[in-house]
């Protein structure tokens, strides 16, 4: 049975061609859904200019995520924009997903480590470095490839994904049928949507939602119990 993914792709390229040939060549394993995002789209620049409009970034992304179960993300560094590059995108999708994953892929990956150390590399100190590293694993990225490489390396990752948690599914789920109001089991969070209880889950914003999930499997215990009789 394939597998349906989701990808999220940040680039002021066209991505197309190659989201084209990632789609083709892995058709027979996966059903690939992909969320391109390019940042030079002339719906992003800012009134009567060419520049990069942030807000309506922000909001394009708010937009096109909303009910969507994503399962990996990527940007590229270099948005060809002065003030913003690619690790401010995953700082901005975080704001609405919390943990989720990113590739960070660059041309120039002195430009990237320099940015992210905040002076040249070379003449950091030991502790700068570290600040630096724990700042990309805080920022949930798990990788920094080649630009020329993404597309293999999107590939390895999505072959070998352990992400398919209880919770990763229970999103997926839950988000599927995310207007359907919760009314059972768990009254605290009686009156809310199951996309408000997956936002709640997937970004661990709430303690109540690990409450629900205890509350639902022994619900569904009680009820394989009951059924089993």
């Given at each position: 049975?394939?597998?349906?993914?989701?990808?999220?792709?940040f680039?002021?390229?066209?991505?197309?061609k190659?989201?084209d040939?990632?789609?083709?060549?892995?058709r027979?394993?996966?059903?690939?859904?992909?969320?391109?995002?390019?940042?030079?789209?002339?719906?992003?620049?800012?009134?009567?200019?060419?520049?990069?409009?942030?807000?309506?970034?922000?909001?394009?992304?708010?937009?096109?995520?909303?009910?969507k179960?994503?399962?990996i993300a990527?940007?590229?560094?270099?948005?060809?924009?002065?003030?913003?590059?690619?690790?401010?995108?995953?700082?901005?999708?975080?704001?609405?997903?919390?943990?989720?994953?990113?590739?960070?892929?660059?041309?120039?990956?002195?430009k990237v480590?320099?940015?992210?150390?905040?002076?040249?590399?070379q003449?950091?100190?030991?502790?700068?470095?570290?600040?630096?590293?724990?700042?990309l694993?805080?920022?949930?990225?798990?990788d920094?490839?080649?630009?020329?490489?993404?597309?293999?390396?999107?590939l390895?990752?999505?072959?070998h994904?352990?992400?398919?948690s209880?919770?990763?599914?229970?999103?997926?789920?839950?988000?599927a049928?995310?207007?359907?109001v919760?009314?059972?089991?768990?009254p605290?969070?009686?009156r809310?949507t199951f996309?408000?209880?997956?936002?709640m889950?997937d970004?661990k914003s709430?303690?109540?939602?690990?409450?629900?999930?205890?509350?639902?499997?022994?619900?569904?215990?009680?009820?394989?119990?009951?059924?089993?009789r």
């Amino acid at each position: 049975m394939k597998k349906t993914k989701c990808i999220l792709l940040f680039d002021d390229k066209d991505q197309t061609k190659i989201i084209d040939s990632i789609k083709l060549s892995t058709r027979q394993e996966f059903d690939l859904n992909f969320i391109f995002i390019r940042t030079s789209s002339a719906e992003l620049k800012k009134d009567d200019s060419e520049d990069l409009d942030v807000a309506k970034l922000k909001n394009k992304i708010a937009l096109e995520i909303q009910d969507k179960q994503i399962d990996i993300a990527l940007t590229d560094f270099g948005l060809d924009c002065d003030y913003l590059n690619g690790l401010d995108v995953v700082h901005m999708v975080h704001e609405f997903r919390r943990n989720l994953n990113f590739f960070v892929y660059s041309g120039n990956w002195n430009k990237v480590i320099n940015s992210v150390i905040g002076e040249d590399y070379q003449k950091a100190s030991s502790e700068q470095l570290v600040e630096g590293i724990n700042q990309l694993i805080h920022d949930k990225i798990i990788d920094c490839i080649s630009r020329v490489d993404y597309q293999e390396d999107l590939l390895k990752y999505l072959r070998h994904d352990n992400e398919d948690s209880m919770e990763h599914r229970l999103c997926a789920l839950l988000r599927a049928n995310g207007e359907m109001v919760f009314s059972s089991c768990c009254p605290e969070l009686k009156r809310k949507t199951f996309l408000e209880i997956a936002e709640m889950i997937d970004n661990k914003s709430d303690a109540r939602s690990e409450e629900w999930i205890e509350a639902v499997l022994t619900q569904t215990i009680a009820y394989l119990t009951e059924v089993n009789r």
